[in-house]
Structures are given as structure tokens and as C-alpha cells.
């Protein structure tokens, strides 16, 4: 079954505006991931937070992580056009199974 | 550094056949994963090899298949393809640092469109 679980949101925003999705998992997790995808092409990675980490930072990317809650937060902030993609967020469980779990993910839109 | 590239792109075919996918890695990864994306099912993981050596498998039934090569390559392959194994496959390489866990990021490359009619 799928660990990682968005909010099922599809979000359209103005160009400059942040842009928040939110994820929810139900096992222990070694670690949780962040990924893109434009236009049912390939992944590609964001960034990756640890299970002993609660937020982290990556230029525009804020991401948040509750273990206690089993849910992580990713923040855009001042969105442009080319973040208009899906984003997925994964975990990887505790106790060495090295698999991904995908949440079924965000489509965000950001208008020029 | 070559990414993670995948062929064909784009495939088409018929029930009841068998389609073989290939992935080449990264340089110097060695854990090659597979998923499979639907707009119904999201993306699954299929199955991961390592040192040519299965180490994971997915929920999917026997008809899917893989392999890993000396050279870390894999080709996975599906036989008796139904309607529903119209996907995007896409393949993952990862670095691994301090034992099995994915502490790292993995690489996806472009994926395989397989379009069954």
C-alpha cells in the first residue's frame, strides 16, 4: 500500500505567491523525499529529510516534517511558471526495505 | 555524467504479447529500481535489484519480471500483457552510502510510455 498520501489538491496560484501540499504517511520512515514531475516525464528529486530532521531548506523549497504526526509539509515560495508541475512526495521505510512509497501527488499550477 | 536513460520511449502492443523494457544507469549506481505510474494506481514500485541480485519485489503478479546485468543495466519484462499494464515505467538509479537504506536521492530517467490495445 501507498505510505505517502498528499492532500489530493490541485492548486493554482499567481506567479510569486507560495505554494503549500502537504503529505501524510502511516509507517516509520527512514527518510521522506520530495519529487517532480512535468508533464508525465521522468522524477526528479527535490529534496530529502530525514527521520531525526524536522525542517530543511533548499533555495525556494521549505520542507517540514512531524514524525510524531507521520505528515511533512513542502513550501514553494515565490512560485515562477516553471514550477507548474506535479509533486510527489515519497518515504522510505525503517528497517531496510530500500523502496520508495508515492503519495498520488499535487498538480500545482502557477500563472504567469 | 550520463542520467539515467531509458528505451524505448514510447512502445505499443497487443494483448497477450510480452514487452522486454531496458535501463541503463547511472555510472557507479548499482540499486536500480522500477514503478510503474498509472493515472489510477499512482506510482508503484515494482521491483529493485542490486549486484544483479533481486532484493525487492513489489505487489505485482508474476507476469513482471527483471533482471539486473554485470554492468548494472536491467530490463524488465512483462509477458502476457493485458489492457491495464498501459503505463509509464520508470526506472530509478541510486548511489548507495552506508548500506541498503536510500539515504540518497534516486534518478529517474524519462520512462517508457507502453500503450497495450
Known amino acids: 500500500s501507498q505510505q505517502g498520501e498528499e492532500d489530493p489538491q490541485a492548486l493554482s496560484i499567481q506567479e510569486g505567491e507560495n505554494a503549500t501540499m502537504n503529505c501524510s504517511y502511516k509507517t516509520s520512515i527512514n527518510n521522506l523525499q520530495w519529487y517532480r514531475q512535468n508533464s508525465g516525464r521522468g522524477l526528479v528529486h527535490l529534496i530529502l529529510?530525514?527521520?531525526?530532521?524536522r525542517e530543511k531548506h533548499s533555495g525556494r523549497l521549505r520542507v517540514t516534517l512531524d514524525t510524531s504526526k507521520k505528515s511533512s509539509s513542502l513550501l514553494i515560495t515565490a512560485s515562477r511558471a516553471a514550477d507548474t508541475a506535479s509533486y510527489f512526495c515519497a518515504t522510505v521505510p525503517s528497517g531496510g526495505n530500500n523502496r520508495l512509497a508515492f503519495g498520488k501527488g499535487n498538480q500545482v499550477v502557477v500563472i504567469p | 555524467k550520463a542520467g539515467v536513460t531509458q528505451t524505448p520511449r514510447y512502445l505499443i502492443k497487443t494483448r497477450g504479447q510480452q514487452v522486454t523494457l531496458s535501463c541503463s544507469p547511472i555510472?557507479?549506481?548499482?540499486?536500480v529500481s522500477w514503478y510503474q505510474q498509472t493515472p489510477g494506481q499512482g506510482l508503484q514500485f515494482l521491483f529493485e535489484?542490486?549486484?544483479?541480485?533481486?532484493?525487492n519485489k513489489g505487489n505485482f503478479p508474476g507476469r513482471f519480471s527483471g533482471r539486473q546485468f554485470s554492468n548494472s543495466r536491467s530490463e524488465m519484462n512483462v509477458s502476457t500483457l493485458e489492457l491495464g499494464d498501459s503505463a509509464l515505467y520508470l526506472c530509478a538509479s541510486s548511489l548507495e552510502v552506508g548500506g541498503r537504506i536510500m539515504n540518497t536521492e534516486a534518478f529517474f530517467g524519462q520512462g517508457t510510455r507502453l500503450t497495450v490495445v
Open positions: 529529510i530525514r527521520s531525526n530532521e
Open positions: 535489484y542490486f549486484s544483479e541480485t533481486q532484493r
Open positions: 555510472s557507479g549506481h548499482r540499486s
